[in-house]
């Protein structure tokens, strides 16, 4: 399980093929003191996974009541590409190094943006084959 103070911010080197990156519960409490970086609120804190192992079933996953939003486009090397957006009930980006992306260097980011809503942002996965989304209910 990720949290904010460990890895919000910071490049998640992604070397296990078979990963679970479980996101932190968003966290929109309202601090007493905005300036204080110790608070729960967690709303705007972004990870960002690079794919340095062939991912072959690597999870990355909200708590199962924040959702996904956003897209992600996957290309393979014969220049073909499409862009993907979860439905409204997805809650793990499943990568599986070939329909699903997850080639090494694929890149993906997540904010949270609001109550239950992690952005998928920024987001480039390297697959090959005939692509399908990454996206999925838990």
Known sequence: TLTVDAH?????????????FTLPS?????PSDPTDP???????ASFYFYIETLATDLDIKTDGTDKFKGAVIIGVDDGSKK???????????????????????????VTAIDAA??????SLLIGS??????FADA
């Open 8 to 20: 919000a911010g910071k490049i998640l080197l992604c070397n296990d093929a078979d990963g679970k």
């Open 129 to 134: 084959g005939t692509i399908v989304t990454p």
């Open 26 to 30: 968003i966290s929109t409490t309202t």
């Open 83 to 109: 862009a993907f957006v979860p439905a409204a009930t997805n809650d793990v980006i499943t990568l599986n190094g070939t329909t699903k992306g997850g080639i090494v260097g694929s890149v993906i980011q």
């Open 38 to 44: 110790n608070q729960a609120n967690n709303i705007g």
């Open 117 to 122: 809503t992690y952005l998928v942002h920024n």
